[in-house]
């Protein structure tokens, strides 16, 4: 910027009669500003991650979350997914939560209970990069209606499109007993279910 300012100080003091070397320097200017901004969009594209690398690292998640399991401690969770989890600020200490950050929309969350075991854990994925495209989600209204059916699992495959869910979440109650919530997500805001099965396979919840 300084030197741009000298050039045209010394053009002005000199008193050049080239009237044209104004409108050159703007239009050499405007050109260098035109090609950065060239570069910094096609450095963006080649930053954004392909479709296979979105999938490829949400499959990763999903794998990694299916190395918890009910029952584990802070310690085993940390060595089964490789890194420490991190308390958040707001978590209860009754029941403590830990998360595993992968990415900024992409981690899995741990709850404890009073001696230290897992509860609960969640997954929260993309799950869109790894929905089968043949799910038909024209049902969600009729599941929403049908919550009090005790609808089974392969029903509720069925009404998708006969495709499978990713487990996104699994809990324990008092009694011991596992539940498993399953996500059916695709590309567009109204194209997502997550629906919680008991030990039957009978669906308890839908979130839609």
Same mark, same amino acid.
């Given at each position: 910027?300084?030197?741009?300012?000298?050039?045209?100080?010394?053009?002005?003091?000199?008193?050049?009669?080239?009237? #044209?070397?104004?409108?050159?320097?703007?239009?050499?200017?405007?050109?260098?500003?035109?090609?950065?901004?060239?570069?910094?969009?096609?450095?963006?594209?080649?930053?954004?991650?392909?479709?296979?690398?979105?999938?490829?690292?949400?499959?990763?998640?999903?794998?990694?979350? #299916?190395?918890?399991?009910?029952?584990?401690?802070?310690?085993?969770?940390?060595?089964?997914?490789?890194?420490?989890?991190?308390?958040?600020?707001?978590?209860?200490?009754?029941?403590?939560?830990?998360?595993?950050?992968? #990415?900024?929309?992409?981690?899995?969350?741990?709850?404890?209970?009073?001696?230290?075991?897992?509860?609960?854990?969640?997954?929260?994925?993309?799950?869109? #990069?790894?929905?089968?495209?043949?799910?038909?989600?024209?049902?969600?209204?009729?599941?929403?209606?049908?919550?009090?059916?005790?609808?089974?699992?392969?029903?509720?495959?069925?009404?998708?499109?006969?495709?499978?869910?990713?487990?996104?979440?699994?809990?324990?109650?008092?009694?011991?007993?596992?539940?498993?919530?399953?996500?059916?997500?695709?590309?567009?805001?109204?194209?997502?279910?997550?629906?919680?099965?008991?030990?039957?396979?009978?669906?308890?919840?839908?979130?839609?």
């Amino acid at each position: 910027m300084i030197l741009i300012l000298c050039m045209l100080t010394f053009t002005a003091c000199g008193g050049s009669t080239d009237t #044209n070397t104004d409108s050159e320097l703007e239009s050499e200017l405007n050109s260098a500003a035109a090609s950065a901004a060239v570069k910094d969009t096609d450095e963006t594209k080649a930053d954004a991650p392909s479709s296979e690398d979105a999938k490829a690292e949400t499959e990763r998640v999903i794998a990694a979350g #299916n190395l918890v399991t009910i029952g584990q401690t802070l310690e085993e969770t940390n060595a089964a997914l490789g890194f420490e989890g991190i308390k958040p600020e707001d978590s209860d200490d009754s029941e403590p939560r830990y998360e595993w950050l992968y #990415n900024d929309k992409e981690k899995i969350t741990v709850w404890y209970n009073a001696d230290g075991k897992v509860t609960t854990f969640q997954i929260l994925a993309t799950f869109e #990069n790894v929905t089968d495209p043949n799910t038909d989600y024209s049902h969600i209204e009729e599941l929403k209606n049908r919550i009090d059916d005790a609808l089974t699992y392969d029903q509720v495959k069925a009404l998708m499109g006969g495709t499978d869910g990713t487990v996104s979440r699994t809990s324990i109650n008092e009694k011991g007993e596992v539940y498993l919530a399953y996500t059916w997500q695709g590309d567009e805001i109204p194209e997502y279910i997550e629906a919680e099965f008991n030990p039957s396979r009978i669906m308890t919840r839908l979130t839609a």
